[in-house]
């Protein structure tokens, strides 16, 4: 017997081993998934692999400075030919018997100290026979993404209903940003459901609870957030306050194509799983990666605008002398402990990871339930569940 239900999807969703399998199945090797940015992927010979679903695809930059993407397996005995990321790459080579494959996916020969070419049974094959499986690969909004099938629809079809809700940011005019050298990119695995990380997000509910000495800056009440297909979009204005010095207040220098009547965060979800913040100073990629029914590694890329360290350094100046930003900046929820309190580090992140890995544990309790749902706040919770549920079952899934 099913336990009670959570919203539209069973307790089972968020702990199960079958369900994470039927996810990996039925969704994510069914749909676009998030791989990384253009800008890792420049010349030819340049690769990146991720894992979608059940597949791992690679994206490789061609001599002819096409991109394209192969599933990452040699066609020989199925040995991952590439490592996660690599440059200048000459050709695909298989480390376990040194098959090789041009950066157009064709086998180009096999080890020289076996020249007789392989056969199937008593028939000969064709080189062609063995070339790499393809996959699909395309750009949106300056971030990779991939498709196992190598005719997949297109990814404008796909995303094309919520690109007129996206911030007005152009990806490829910003620079990277990270703040510790060593690790270009935010890592953080959490120990929830991918699902749960996901309804955080969306959940405009708990921004002026959870969030109300982080956040504050934004005012929640004029929110503006719906669907479009199975993609959720968002934006919420500056509070007035904040608006009116946040040239001196903000962090960052502004992103110039943010007009100041929209001023302030858009925070869409792709589905099934990347979410993209772009607020008034910055450009975020949000990736959940389902590693099991409770862990998901969470991996965040930022992009600021392209100007020179001392254009850094004088806003930031500004910033912190700036009484606004020292009235909104952020400010715990909780007095306590910086080193064993989420709630007292003033770091909304921390206070999300804190909530997602507090409800993972309350699942497990034959008391769990879900009580009444905030109708306007929460209602993108369910919906969230509703188009999960759908997309699988029209795949195939049998729940």
Known sequence: MSKPMMHALPVEAYTSKKWFDLEQKYLFSTTWQFAG???????PGDYISVQAGLNNIFIVKGRD????????MCRHRGTQLLRAVGKGQKAITCPYHDWTYDLEGKLMSVPKKNEEFPQLGDKPLHKCDLN???ASVDIFK???????????????????????????????ELIEYSEN?????YTKEINANWKIIVENYIDHYHL??????????YDHAKAEFGWAGPHYHFWEPLVPEYMNDVKN???????????????????????????????????????????????????????????????YTKQYTK?????????YGNKPKYDGDLETDPMATGDFMAEDIYACEQQQKSLSSPMFSVGARAERGEYAVQRFQEEVKKWMEKHGAKL
């Open 208 to 217: 002026a609870h959870l969030h109300e000495g982080t956040l504050n800056m």
């Open 249 to 311: 207040a903000s962090q960052f220098p502004l992103i110039k194509r943010m007009p100041m009547d929209k001023m302030g965060p858009y925070v869409p979800w792709l589905f099934p799983n990347i979410g993209i913040t772009e607020s008034e100073n910055a450009w975020n990629t949000f990736h959940a990666i389902p590693l099991a029914p409770d862990r998901t590694l969470v991996v965040i890329r930022s992009k600021t605008e392209n100007l020179s360290e001392w254009e």
């Open 319 to 327: 910033s912190m002398m700036s009484k606004v930003w020292q009235h």
């Open 142 to 172: 300056g971030m990779l993404f991939v498709h196992p099938d190598k005719d997949a629809p297109s990814i404008m079809e796909f995303f094309g209903e919520v690109e007129p809700h996206l911030g007005p940011h152009v990806p490829e």
């Open 37 to 43: 940015l253009v800008e890792d992927v420049i010349n």
């Open 65 to 72: 400075n096409r991109l394209r993407a192969f599933h990452n």
């Open 181 to 185: 050298e060593n690790e270009p990119f």
């Open 132 to 134: 790499l499986h393809e």
